[in-house]
C-alpha cells in the first residue's frame, strides 16, 4: 500500500480514541485482539526490552528523553508514541527517524492480508501498535521505548513484557470526572506494572501509588521520595537542574526546553534508564544526549517577532503548566495573543479559566480536525468570562490572523490540542508568505477588526 492507501485502510477500523473511553468502563475490554494479530505475525514484540510509559500529561516529553539518552549509550532505539503532530509516521521512530512511507505501506498492507482469517477484529490501534512492533523486530532495535495509548491496563502496548514501566501524571481525561473517577484511573494505568520490577513515578499521590503498589513492582522509585530534584532554575534555551536518583546523583544538567514540568519529566527519564542499565548514567554522556532535545509541539518556540509558540495542552493540568511557563520564562514587551482550539469533552470555562485566558489581550478560537469542540462554545464561554474573542475556525487561518494583529514584540500561544498545533506546524513552512500578507493588509492591534460571527 502507499501511504495514503495505509492510512485510509486504518481510518475503516473502530478507533476508541475517536469515541473516548472511560476510565473503569472494561466490560468489553481485553488484549485478546492484539494478542492474536501479533501471535499471527511471529510475536514480534518478543524481541527486544522495552520501556512502557503511562500519565495523562507528560508522556510524550518523557518519552522523548528516555529514547535520547537511550540513543546516547549508542543502543538502536524504538519509539512508539501518539498521537501525532503532522504525519502517522511520526509515531513510529527509529533512533530518532520515523518509518519509512515505503515500510509502513508495506506493513498495513501485510496486515489488511490477513485480518480477516483472524477470529477477533482489531482495532485501528491494535493494528498501528502491530505495526510498530513489526518494524521495530525488522530494524533491529534493542530496546523500545513505547507510550500508551489510552489509560493502560487494556491498552493495546499492554501485551510487552517491560523491563520498567513510567508513570508521569494523573489526571481526569477519560473519566467522567465523579465519584471515584480518581481510583478508577489509577486502577488502569496501574495495570501496566510488571510484578517484580521497577516502577519510576513522576507523581506523589496515595491513590495513584497504592494502585500501582498493589501490582508488586520491584523498586518502586517515587519523585520527591526516591528520586529528587535538588535544584532547578532557568538558563538561556532552558533550564538547569540537580538530580538524585536511587542510582546516582547528577548535577548542573541542562536541558533545552522550557518549563519547570520538564525538570520534572528529565528526573523520572533519568531513573527510567538506569533502572533499565541497573547503573548510573555518565555525567559527560547524559550531557551530551540532552545537548540537541527538541519536544515538537511541547512549548516550542517557532517564530520570533513575534514569538509564536506551539504547546499541545490539551486538559486543564497541561494548560496551567503552559500559563506557569509563560510567567516565569518568556517575558513579552508586547500583547500576548491565544490562539485556542479543542477537542469535545472537554469544559470550555475550566479550560479557558486554566490558561488565564482573561490575561491573555486577545483569544482566537479554533476548531482543530478531530472532534472538535464547536468554537461557538469555546467562544462563548470566553465571553461569559469577559475575554475579548474571535472566531476563525481553520487553526492555520486562526495563526495568520493572530500574526495579522500583532507586532514584533507581541507574543502568540497557539493551544488547547495537539491536533490545532500539530495543522499549523504542518503549515508553517508555507505561512510565511500568507503572514507577511496578511500583516501588510490589516496592521491593526490585538481585537481590531469584528468576530467572524459577529
Given at each position: 500500500m502507499k501511504l495514503a492507501?495505509?492510512?485510509?485502510?486504518?481510518?475503516?477500523?473502530?478507533?476508541?480514541?475517536?469515541?473516548?473511553?472511560v476510565a473503569g468502563d472494561t466490560a468489553e475490554l481485553n488484549l485478546d485482539s492484539?494478542?492474536?494479530?501479533?501471535?499471527?505475525?511471529?510475536?514480534?514484540?518478543?524481541?527486544y526490552r522495552s520501556i512502557h510509559l503511562t500519565g495523562t500529561n507528560g508522556k510524550g516529553s518523557t518519552g522523548r528523553m528516555i529514547t535520547g539518552l537511550l540513543d546516547g549509550l549508542g543502543l538502536s532505539v524504538g519509539t512508539y508514541s501518539s498521537p501525532h503532530l503532522e504525519s502517522i509516521t511520526e509515531r513510529i521512530q527509529h533512533n530518532g527517524r520515523a518509518?519509512?512511507?515505503?515500510?509502513?505501506?508495506?506493513?498495513?498492507?501485510?496486515?489488511?492480508?490477513?485480518?480477516?482469517?483472524?477470529?477477533?477484529?482489531?482495532?485501528?490501534?491494535?493494528?498501528?501498535?502491530a505495526v510498530a512492533f513489526m518494524w521495530f523486530a525488522e530494524v533491529g532495535v534493542e530496546v523500545a521505548v513505547v507510550e500508551v495509548g489510552?489509560?493502560?491496563?487494556?491498552?493495546?502496548?499492554?501485551?510487552?513484557?517491560?523491563?520498567?514501566?513510567?508513570?508521569?501524571?494523573?489526571?481526569?481525561?477519560?473519566?467522567?470526572?465523579?465519584?471515584?473517577?480518581?481510583?478508577?484511573?489509577?486502577?488502569?494505568?496501574?495495570?501496566?506494572?510488571?510484578?517484580?520490577r521497577p516502577a519510576i513515578v513522576g507523581v506523589d499521590d496515595d491513590v495513584?501509588?497504592?494502585?500501582?503498589?498493589?501490582?508488586?513492582?520491584?523498586?518502586?522509585?517515587?519523585?520527591?521520595?526516591?528520586l529528587l530534584v535538588e535544584d532547578q532554575r532557568v538558563a538561556l534555551g532552558g533550564r538547569v537542574?540537580?538530580?538524585?536518583?536511587?542510582?546516582?546523583?547528577?548535577?548542573?544538567?541542562?536541558?533545552?526546553?522550557?518549563?519547570?514540568?520538564?525538570?520534572?519529566?528529565?528526573?523520572?527519564?533519568?531513573?527510567?534508564?538506569?533502572?533499565?542499565?541497573?547503573?548510573?548514567?555518565?555525567?559527560?554522556?547524559?550531557?551530551?544526549?540532552?545537548?540537541?532535545?527538541?519536544?515538537?509541539?511541547?512549548?516550542?518556540?517557532?517564530?520570533?517577532?513575534p514569538t509564536i509558540v506551539l504547546d499541545g495542552a490539551h486538559n486543564p493540568a497541561g494548560a496551567r503548566t503552559v500559563r506557569h511557563t509563560l510567567d516565569h520564562e518568556m517575558r513579552t514587551l508586547g500583547s500576548e495573543v491565544l490562539v485556542l482550539g479543542a477537542t469535545t469533552g472537554k469544559d470550555p470555562i475550566e479550560m479557558l479559566t486554566a490558561f488565564g485566558a482573561d490575561r491573555f489581550d486577545a483569544v482566537i478560537v479554533c476548531e482543530p480536525g478531530f472532534r472538535p469542540m464547536p468554537a461557538d462554545e469555546l467562544a462563548a464561554a470566553a465571553s461569559s468570562m469577559g475575554v475579548q474573542?474571535?472566531?476563525v475556525r481553520d487553526p492555520v487561518d486562526a495563526?495568520?490572523?493572530?500574526?495579522?494583529?500583532?507586532s514584533e514584540q507581541d507574543l502568540i500561544v497557539v493551544s488547547g490540542s495537539l491536533y490545532v498545533v500539530g495543522e499549523v506546524r504542518a503549515a508553517l513552512v508555507d505561512l510565511a508568505e500568507r503572514l507577511e500578507r496578511a500583516a501588510a493588509v490589516d496592521g491593526g492591534g490585538p481585537g481590531h477588526g469584528e468576530p467572524e460571527d459577529g
Open positions: 492507501e495505509a492510512e485510509a485502510w486504518l481510518a475503516s477500523r473502530i478507533d476508541h480514541a475517536a469515541t473516548g473511553a492484539i494478542t492474536e494479530l501479533l501471535a499471527a505475525v511471529g510475536d514480534p514484540h518478543g524481541a518509518i519509512p512511507d515505503d515500510d509502513f505501506g508495506r506493513l498495513v498492507g501485510l496486515l489488511a492480508a490477513i485480518v480477516d482469517r483472524l477470529g477477533e477484529r482489531p482495532t485501528h490501534f491494535d493494528l498501528l501498535t489510552m489509560l493502560g491496563r487494556f491498552d493495546s502496548t499492554n501485551v510487552l513484557d517491560a523491563d520498567v514501566t513510567v508513570f508521569t501524571s494523573l489526571g481526569k481525561d477519560h473519566t467522567d470526572g465523579v465519584g471515584d473517577w480518581r481510583q478508577r484511573i489509577a486502577w488502569e494505568k496501574a495495570g501496566i506494572v510488571m510484578a517484580g495513584f501509588l497504592d494502585a500501582i503498589r498493589a501490582e508488586g513492582p520491584e523498586p518502586l522509585v517515587v519523585r520527591d521520595h526516591e537542574l540537580d538530580v538524585t536518583t536511587p542510582w546516582g546523583s547528577h548535577d548542573d544538567v541542562f536541558v533545552p526546553v522550557h518549563g519547570a514540568h520538564q525538570s520534572d519529566n528529565l528526573a523520572v527519564a533519568i531513573a527510567a534508564v538506569e533502572a533499565f542499565l541497573d547503573a548510573p548514567l555518565d555525567d559527560d554522556l547524559l550531557r551530551a544526549s540532552l545537548a540537541d532535545l527538541s519536544i515538537p509541539g511541547r512549548f516550542e518556540v517557532v517564530g520570533r517577532e474573542v474571535e472566531i495563526l495568520v490572523r493572530a500574526r495579522a494583529v500583532t
